[in-house]
């Protein structure tokens, strides 16, 4: 079944996704500035599912690599994406009929309406993670052994470089290393595949998903945080002040622990870029691939890692359950894919 977006919708698409992003993939901010204008100039967005595409379709998938700060210094151009799409088809010597989603939450879940504007294509109403992961490789489609190449890489300044062949953890390093000589930011398009590969093996209507959930997050003035939780369809772990931040180092997740307002617990919430484990009284309680969102129990605005404070007062969510992820992925997506034994004892972690 196809759908339509219109500018009317960025800001409950944005809100969804920054929910989805679980503190990671991005300023959702960027995303809703290039897709408004995107939508304003060239019209509504077509949605469709995968099923509904004829099989053999080639889909590309589209999103942005690079350092936040660079993204928010000096954002990226709609023409960046569909020139990625561009190169992409280019080196695979076929015709590109739509465009996917990378991930669902965080920057990414917004960019390649933006990518798919531009070119006049669709857009397959779901993604290949279900929210933000760090990793390239941490999707459905890896999972199933296929491929992340060939892949574009395109800069601000028209540069672009394809990755032919790769292994899909070094296709992750070929990316990155590519990326930050092209100034640290770049439009990215990869996973090609077929219709009817992600129709199987891709994560449905999770696109439709993200903008319910923002719809019903903009819609929550006046509520209590409790009231919001079940409203998304979630459940509110915890409310309280930030007693203690302990950054991150390197690749070594930092935490933050703060005592629950009502039931006075002390919680303890590792993260990196995504929020990632939390344990009240010492016992593990939601984890990755959990999606866990930190949010000011007032605005109901989600708070990044990067943006908590001591004395900050937080609520903290779990959302609903990832649908779609086949068993036995724990260690591509679960705590050990980060770096985090949940057995280890808190203190020596």
């Not at 709609?78 to 465009?99: C, H, P, S």
């Not at 920057?107 to 993670?129: C, E, K, R, T």
Request: glycine share 14%.
């Amino acid at each position: 079944m196809e759908r339509y977006l219109g500018a009317d919708d960025v800001s409950a698409l944005a809100a969804g996704a920054g929910l989805l992003g679980s503190g990671g993939g991005g300023d959702v901010a960027v995303g809703a500035r290039l897709l408004r204008h995107a939508l304003q100039s060239r019209g509504r967005a077509r949605l469709v599912a995968a099923g509904d595409l004829p099989p053999d379709m080639v889909v590309v998938h589209v999103g942005l690599a690079g350092a936040p700060d660079v993204v928010a210094e000096r954002p990226p151009g709609g023409e960046d994406f569909a020139n990625a799409v561009t190169a992409l088809a280019g080196a695979l010597r076929q015709r590109v009929g739509a465009i996917g989603v990378i991930e669902i939450g965080g920057l990414n879940a917004l960019i390649p309406l933006v990518a798919a504007q531009v070119l006049g294509l669709p857009v397959v109403d779901g993604d290949l993670m279900g929210r933000a992961f760090p990793r390239i490789s941490q999707t459905t489609l890896a999972a199933a052994g296929h491929p992340a190449t060939p892949m574009a890489v395109v800069g601000p300044a028209g540069d672009s470089v394809i990755i032919e062949s790769a292994s899909i953890d070094a296709a992750d390093r070929i990316m990155r290393a590519n990326v930050a000589a092209l100034g640290g930011a770049a439009a990215v398009a990869l996973y090609p595949c077929r219709a009817g590969t992600l129709a199987a093996l891709g994560l449905p209507g999770s696109l439709s998903g993200c903008l319910a959930l923002g719809q019903a997050l903009v819609a929550s003035a006046g509520l209590s945080v409790s009231q919001l939780a079940k409203r998304l369809g979630g459940e509110l772990l915890c409310e309280g002040r930030v007693d203690e931040i302990r950054p991150r180092r390197g690749d070594l997740p930092g935490s933050l622990t703060l005592t629950d307002r009502s039931a006075g617990h002390i919680l303890r919430l590792d993260m990196l870029d995504e929020y990632l484990n939390v344990a009240i009284d010492g016992v593990s309680r939601a984890s990755a691939p959990d999606v866990l969102a930190v949010l000011d129990p007032v605005t109901f605005v989600p708070v990044p890692p990067d943006r908590l404070r001591s004395g900050q007062s937080i609520a903290l969510l779990r959302l609903p359950p990832i649908p779609g992820w086949p068993d036995g992925v724990e260690g591509l997506i679960g705590l050990t894919a980060f770096g985090i034994d949940a057995g280890q004892p808190e203190a020596t972690r």
